[in-house]
Structures are given as C-alpha cells and as structure tokens.
C-alpha cells in the first residue's frame, strides 16, 4: 500500500508541479506529500527531482519512472473501472490540450456531449496553440493541426484540415483578387505566428513556399486575431476552413486562389502510449473521430 501511495504522490506531484498542488489534489497534508516523496527516493536510491529556488524538474530518473508509473496507475485504473462496472460506465479524469481557436468553436460542443453521455468522467481542458510536453505536463491526450514530426508519441488521425486564402470583398475591390499565387507578392499578408514564414503559403504551383516574400501587414499567434484581420480588410490571410468557413458562407470573406489548393493538413489526437491508453481516453478518441471524420461539418 505504501509503495502505490508512494507513486501515486509522486506522479501527482510531477503532474501539478508542487506538492502544495499535489497535496490539494490527493487531499492530504503537504507534509504527507514531503514524506511519500522522501521515501520513495530513498528506497530507489535515486533522486527523482532538481529543486532550484523557482521550480522542481524530473531528473532523468524522475523521467522514467514518471513514464512507467503512469502506465502502470492507468492499469490498475482500467482494472479496477472493469471490475466496478463491467466497462459499461467510464470514469476518471482526462487531462487535455487542444488548439484555442479549434477547441473554442468546434471541441467545446463535442467535449459537453461526451461529458453528458459519461458522467463519471472529468475533463480538465488547457486550450493553447502551443506544443505541451504530454509527458512532463501531465496530460493524457493532446489534439494537433498540421504534418506531425517524428516522436515517441501515438497519433491517430481524425479529420482533414483544409486551407484556404482569403480576404474580404472590400480589401479585393481596392486591391484587386490575385489570380494566381505569384500575385499575393504585391499585397498585404496577415501570418500565423506559430509557423515560420517559409510554411505559411506553401502553393505548389508557385514552385516553392510564398510566405517569406509576401510583405507582412499583421503577424499573430492566435487565428481568431488573423480572421478579424482579414474581415476588416486589412490584408489577405490563408485561414484553416474550420476557422473561415462561416465568414465565406456570409459573404464577410471571400476565398480566392481555388484553382491553387494549399497542400492538405489533419487533426491527430496524440498520447503516449497505445497499450496503456486508459479506456476513458480512448472513448473520447473514438467519439472525436466520429463526430468530425473525413469529410467535417465545416467543409459541407
């Protein structure tokens, strides 16, 4: 019982980042927290945390038996979730990160009705166009837009995100509708902070990426930011269509460049492991999937 207490603290503490915040998690005293912490680096023999004046990081053992040891608390978890309850109601928590703009207008709704249909289930959300660290921040499911790099992480793919430039009618009657992508050299660019130049246009027709060279008007890292931008006339923005596609059906933008398709992008939900997935997590995988698929309500 102490060496599960003993790692269970110890996952609590690296996933809340103090043992103030661990010990409001699990309910017992921070002194408690101190001591299952000091005991299980002295039964290792090993010292799990660098303790500096500002923040607590994992050591590289503190790394792997952070690793190991959420795999094995997410066994015991299903284990005890199929025995309670025949794996007919999940239960647990879920910790999730997202994109904001995505996660604002499309998970949200997705997330409530999951939650309604699992009322055992919690969801802790962190909407933020950044890249988290799933393992040393503690989450248990990401959602990412664009082409994956390399990594130790499992994705699986849920949707295709396609791209699409435009700007509004106001801007194009002033500045006239590029034809072809050599033209947006001579007009205002509006640019995804998150994204180098080189990537943001990159029209194969134009025989490399076009960002660089297109002068910028506005730079930002948050989408909602560059399609306000774009409304307001104030440059030409490629825009997911999961962000734009309201605003084109309006009339508010008017997407330009169709005979010159951006190269295709995707939504992969991204999670350390496929053996110890916990059943919860995989649920909410499934009915994400379900719910957004190969061709998304957006692109209809």
């Known amino acids: 019982m102490a060496r599960f207490e003993e790692l269970e603290t110890f996952v609590a503490v690296v996933e809340s980042r103090s043992f103030a915040a661990a010990a409001e998690r699990l309910r017992v005293a921070k002194s408690a927290v101190s001591r299952r912490i000091a005991d299980l680096e002295s039964r290792l023999g090993a010292q799990l945390f660098i ?25 015991l978890d299903e284990a005890e979730q199929s025995v309670a309850s025949g794996q007919a109601e999940l239960r647990g928590n879920i910790h999730l990160a997202a994109p904001l703009s995505f996660g604002l207008l499309h998970l949200s709704s997705a997330l409530a009705d999951f939650l309604r249909q699992n009322p055992e289930v919690n969801l ?56 072809a992508p050599e033209e947006l050299l001579h007009h205002a660019g509006l640019f995804y902070g998150y994204i180098s130049d080189q990537q943001n246009w990159p029209y194969p027709s134009a025989g490399r990426a076009l960002g660089a060279r297109v002068p910028m008007r506005l730079r930002s890292n948050n989408g909602d930011v560059l399609l306000q931008a774009a409304i307001h006339g104030f440059g030409i923005a490629v825009l997911p269509t999961f962000l734009a596609y309201r605003a084109i059906a309006d009339g508010r933008l008017t997407a330009i460049l169709r005979d010159h398709p951006l190269p295709e992008l995707a939504l992969y939900a991204v999670y350390p492991s496929r053996r110890h997935l916990p059943q919860r997590v995989r649920s909410l995988v499934d009915a994400l999937a379900e719910r957004f698929g190969d061709t998304p309500y957006w692109d209809l």
């Open 124 to 179: 802790d959300l962190n909407l933020d166009d950044r890249r988290v660290n799933l393992i040393e921040e503690g989450f248990d499911l990401a959602l990412r837009i664009g082409r994956l790099e390399d990594s130790t992480l499992v994705a699986r793919r849920l949707a295709p995100i396609r791209m699409v430039a435009c700007a509004s009618p106001d801007y194009l009657a002033a500045h006239g509708e590029p034809m």
């Open 51 to 75: 303790r500096t004046t500002r923040r607590r990081s994992l050591t590289e053992a503190g790394r792997h038996l952070y690793e190991r040891s959420v795999r094995l608390l997410a066994d």
